[in-house]
Each structure stands twice: as structure tokens, then as C-alpha cells.
């Protein structure tokens, strides 16, 4: 069999074991922070071991490392499918993967030594953010390369989602870093004050929305309908969130800055946006939820099914959460606090964690030239440490935002505070070690996934050089690839 009739699965190999590596180093480092606000002392007094500093490492390394690993892989994996064609510009698909692990690699390192820019999401230095632009493009060339040479004529939803966090997350990453640099470990940013806050937060939020939201869809709307093996509930429906979600998305981030210096039309537009934002949020998770309507027995044996169910779950309500959280009077009692904690991880480990762990686990057998993964029961393992660990979290969260919030607000007859700050630490304290046990559960179902991978990567490891033939097949240019035609 020629090489030219084969998809290219090389690359996704490779960025399936990064996100399977960058998985157990983020969430490791997210843990121990995590083990630093119960504990203080395990800082050690060592400057780039304080929470501070390690925790942008944490979300870095989780979101951009590992999520990025998983949302670049699964993006060439599912182009090429829905394509039937090979993966565009090989060389170029090749460098994005080891320039993306060297932007990685670069921010992790620097961060805790304090070369930052301080900026929430965006806390690498200039010389890391050119090599993630340069890096970004040939990432979009790939994809619309590939994208532009295929045999069949429809584009299906999950390139559309793709397409858009591609191009949306290069526009934000781009503006948002624009800085002026002063030495080779320091920058400034060009905006000030209330503007850079308003920037920062614009590209904040649609961080979560296109890189985290948008990017995940995609691979929702391919993995989804494969593992329930039927179709998509609704194509249409499908297309008009598509478009709901990116008109909406990027006017919402000033919710963010609530009760701040922005002015306060501002801030009424991003609540109002929120709120709408609701709509195509929920439909996305409606209909990948009723996709699954005839093949809920599935669930009962293929725990990759499972992590794809509660994601969509996970998803349902953290955006639900989001768009209340959005409201003035909600947000005076929850911003500041853990709550928005417990947010932000309802949706990362509930949301995106889920539905990536789920496809890779759909993906990997078949990009790895198995019929299988190597363990089910190690599988179910992950999945309970999974869900166990994100309950604890979450929960914990919760209870420790709301106390917070309550108890900060809290007044004496006579006008004071009922409650020092002082004593809202103390009284959360205890969940801040139930935070971390659910923390060290997640990290150990990461070993159980890399264990997993491991041993169903043991051919395709003798195969590094040549890819493991898998065939195109021939196309119908007037349909959508099977099994994913329209309905609805």
C-alpha cells in the first residue's frame, strides 16, 4: 500500500502521548499547589516553589500543554477522516508538534523563576508568545491545507468548530500580547489600566470560549456520534449553535470585570451576552446527549461512552453556572471567591478533561493500528478516579466559595464586619484538603490513562518511522462521511 493512500497518523501519535504526559505534569503541579493552600509550609520558602508561581504552570500545563496536545492531535485526526484525505503539508504538521512542545517546555520553565507577563492565561514572555504565533499559523496551514484538498464536498460541523477556534484563538493570542520588549526575560504590554484589563479579559474569556469550548466541540461533534455509533441527533441544530455560539461568545468577557473600574455599560453588555450565551451552550449538549438516544446500553461497557456522557453533563451545567454567575447581584456574592473555583474546575475537569479523555480513548485504538484499548478495566479505573476526584473538587469548592462570600458580606448592628478574612481562611481550611485529595485522584487516574496508552502503543512503538496503514476510503462526494449523514 502507497504512502499517499494512507492517512498520516504519525503526528497524531505524537501529540496523543504529549497530551497524555502534559496530563500528568499539569494536574501533578496543580495538586501541589493545591497541597500549598491547606499546608502553606510545603512551599519550603523557596521563591519559585510558591503558589504564585507554580500555579501558572498548573494552568498552562493543563490547559495549553495537554489541552492543546489533545485539541492539535484530535483536530488532524478528524480532518483527515471527514476529509478522506492525507494530512496536508507533512513537514509542517511535524514542526507544530515540536514547536508546540517547545513553547510548552519554555513557558513552564520560565514561569516559576518570575518571567511573566502577569497576565491571567497569558503569562508567558514575548519570546514564548512569537514562537506560539509562529507555531499557531503553520497549525491553521496544516488544518485549511488539509481542509482544501479533500474528497468530499461537505465540510462537517466539527471542522467548522475547528476552523473557528483556530482562527479566533490566533486573533486573541496575537492582540493581547502585543508588548513592547526591554530585555531578553521582559516585556510591557501597549495598553493600560482599565484598557489592558478590558483586553486581557476579552482575550481571557474567549480563551475558555474558543479554545476550551469551541475546540472541544469539535471533537465532541466527531467522537460523540462514533462512539454511539449512530447519527448526530440533529445536523441542522448542530449549524445553527455553530453560529449562535461564535456571535455571542466574544461579547461576554466583561463579565469578568464586575464592580471594577470598567464602566458599567460594559459590564451590563457582558452579562446580558452571557445569559443569551446559554442557548447554544445548551444545545450543544442537547444534542450530543440525544445522540446518544437507542445506545444508552453502551454506557454499560464502553467507558470511553461514559467519559463522553457526563462531559456533555459537566457541560450542561457549568455554562448554566457561568451565565447565572454572570448576573450583578449573583456575582457580588461569588466573585473573589471559590466559588468561581469550582466553576472554572466544573467545567475544565468535568467539561474538558472528560470529553478529551473520551476521545483519546476512542481515537488512540485506531490511530494506533489496535482493535482495542489495551486495558477496559483500566478504563472503568479511570473513569470512577476521574469522576470521584472532580465530585470532591467541586463540592469542596463550593461549600468553601459560598462560606466565603457569606461570611465577607456579613455586618454587625453597628455597621462592621461580623468576620476578620482571617477567620473566612480558617473556616474553609478543611476543604482545601478535601480540594487536594480530589486533586490527587485525578492525578491518578492520569497514571492509569498513560499506563493504558502505553501498552496499546506496543506495536505502533516498532512502527515510529513508517505509519501504520490505514486506508482512505473512496468517497461519496454527495454525502456526509458515514455514520454521520444529517438529521434532524
Not at 465530585?391 to 455586618?411: F, K, N, Q, S
Request: net charge neutral; charged share 10%; proline share 5%.
Amino acid at each position: 500500500m502507497q504512502a499517499a493512500e494512507t492517512y498520516n497518523d504519525h503526528v497524531v501519535r505524537l501529540f496523543l502521548l504529549a497530551s497524555a504526559v502534559w496530563g500528568i505534569i499539569g494536574m501533578l503541579v496543580g495538586m501541589y499547589a493545591a497541597a500549598e493552600l491547606a499546608w502553606p509550609a510545603l512551599n519550603f520558602g523557596i521563591p519559585w516553589l510558591t503558589f504564585s508561581r507554580i500555579r501558572p504552570d498548573h494552568t498552562f500545563g493543563v490547559i495549553f500543554a495537554f489541552g492543546g496536545s489533545a485539541l492539535m492531535g484530535t483536530c488532524y485526526y478528524v480532518v483527515q477522516r471527514t476529509g478522506h484525505t492525507r494530512l496536508a503539508l507533512g513537514r509542517v504538521a511535524s514542526f507544530t508538534f515540536w514547536g508546540w512542545q517547545l513553547a510548552c517546555v519554555l513557558a513552564m520553565a520560565t514561569m516559576p523563576f518570575g518571567i511573566t507577563q502577569s497576565k491571567e492565561y497569558a503569562e508567558p514572555e514575548w519570546f514564548v508568545d512569537i514562537l506560539v504565533a509562529i507555531v499557531w499559523v503553520a497549525f491553521g496551514s496544516v488544518f485549511f491545507a488539509t481542509l482544501a484538498r479533500r474528497r468530499i464536498r461537505h465540510i462537517y460541523v466539527a471542522n467548522w468548530y475547528y476552523g473557528a477556534f483556530i482562527i479566533a484563538v490566533g486573533l486573541l493570542h496575537i492582540v493581547n500580547n502585543l508588548a513592547i520588549p526591554v530585555s531578553l526575560w521582559k516585556s510591557y504590554p501597549i495598553y493600560s489600566g482599565a484598557v489592558d484589563a478590558m483586553v486581557q479579559w476579552w482575550y481571557g474569556h474567549n480563551a475558555v470560549a474558543f479554545f476550551l469550548t469551541a475546540g472541544f466541540l469539535g471533537m465532541m461533534y466527531y467522537f460523540v456520534p462514533r462512539q454511539a455509533q449512530q447519527p448526530l441527533w440533529s445536523y441542522r441544530f448542530s449549524i445553527v449553535n455553530f453560529w449562535a455560539l461564535i456571535s455571542v461568545y466574544m461579547w461576554a468577557g466583561s463579565h469578568h470585570l464586575m464592580y471594577t473600574a470598567l464602566p458599567d455599560w460594559v459590564q451590563s453588555v457582558g452579562m446580558a451576552f452571557s445569559l443569551i450565551l446559554l442557548m447554544p451552550s445548551w444545545g450543544s449538549a442537547a444534542n450530543g446527549l440525544l445522540t446518544f438516544n437507542g445506545s444508552w446500553a453502551r454506557l454499560k461497557t464502553d467507558p470511553a461512552a461514559k467519559f463522553m456522557v457526563l462531559a456533555l453533563v459537566f457541560y450542561a451545567a457549568a455554562t448554566f453556572e457561568g451565565s447565572m454567575m454572570a448576573i450583578k447581584t449573583v456575582n457580588s456574592l461569588s466573585h473573589y471567591t471559590d466559588w468561581t473555583i469550582a466553576h472554572v474546575h466544573s467545567g475544565s475537569l468535568g467539561w474538558v478533561a472528560m470529553i478529551t479523555i473520551g476521545s483519546l480513548y476512542a481515537m488512540a485504538p485506531r490511530a494506533l493500528g489496535q482493535p482495542a484499548m489495551y486495558s477496559r478495566k483500566g478504563m472503568e479505573v479511570h473513569f470512577w478516579l476521574h469522576l470521584s476526584g472532580t465530585l470532591l473538587y467541586v463540592i469542596a469548592m463550593w461549600w468553601a466559595g459560598v462560606t466565603e462570600g457569606v461570611m465577607w458580606r456579613a455586618t454587625s448592628a453597628d455597621g462592621s464586619l461580623t468576620y476578620s478574612f482571617l477567620d473566612s481562611l480558617i473556616a474553609v481550611k478543611p476543604l482545601y484538603a478535601l480540594r487536594w485529595l480530589g486533586g490527587v485522584l485525578i492525578w491518578l487516574g492520569m497514571w492509569v490513562m498513560a499506563w493504558n496508552l502505553w501498552y496499546t502503543a506496543a506495536d505502533a512503538r516498532a512502527h515510529l518511522i513508517t505509519p501504520i496503514p490505514v486506508p482512505i476510503p473512496e468517497p461519496d462526494v454527495d454525502q456526509i462521511p458515514a455514520p454521520l449523514p444529517a438529521q434532524g
